[in-house]
């Protein structure tokens, strides 16, 4: 549960569109899109490949909801007002002195170019701003990969510039834009 609700409604713009934190009966759908999604998905993110498995869906599900209850990272699943699951979206690496953390989001293929992960980036990012502490919600992006800068851009994030050989993908490295969300903090009083 997310703030005392099942879900949270991502934006108007999208409706029917919702985060909420994991649950065990989305390992299933998780893995189905994940599997209908690689050709699209793994070269950013090399965790998803043909041979993930149904064990691998279940592990990380399962992981996703401790540490969701430990407050160390705060993963949720992306689905439509009927249920259908349409990807993930997240904070993790939390860096919790300096109050920031990494915000990163995946949506299956047959749910591309719909809104669906600007929505969730922005519902992700509110949620964080109101009930995590979190101050700096960093997006950090392969620069060849145009959907998920187009999906940082649409929501609002900051473009801070090029972080040169940032990321480590299969094998080789790559520069990254680095994208942020920063929570206003009121001037402290006199």
């Known amino acids: ?22 649950e065990l009966t989305d390992i299933d759908a998780a893995h189905a899109a994940a599997m209908e999604s690689v050709a699209e998905i793994q070269p ?9 498995s149904i064990d691998d869906a279940r592990a990380w599900v399962t992981s996703q909801i401790a540490t969701f209850e430990q407050r160390t990272a705060f993963e949720f699943a992306i689905v439509s007002a009927d ?11 939390i860096d919790a002195l300096n109050r920031r953390a990494n915000l ?26 109101v009930d995590s502490g979190l101050l700096r919600l960093e997006i950090v992006i392969a620069s ?21 050989q940032r990321l480590l993908l299969h094998g080789a490295l790559h520069d990254a834009t680095m994208f942020s969300f920063t929570r206003p903090v009121a001037p402290p009083t006199i």
Do not use: I
């Open 44 to 52: 950013w993110m090399p965790w998803c490949h043909p041979a993930y």
């Open 1 to 22: 549960m997310v703030g005392g609700v099942q879900g949270v409604q991502a934006v108007p713009e999208v409706p029917g569109v919702w985060v909420r934190p994991w």
């Open 104 to 129: 990163g989001y995946w949506v299956r293929t047959s749910a591309s170019r719909r809104g669906v992960a600007t929505a969730a980036v922005r519902a992700v990012r509110d949620w964080a701003f």
């Open 83 to 93: 249920g259908v699951f349409l990807g993930g979206c997240g904070l993790n690496q």
């Open 144 to 164: 060849g990969n145009v959907a998920s800068h187009r999906v940082a851009e649409k929501a609002g994030a900051y473009r801070e510039g090029v972080l040169k």
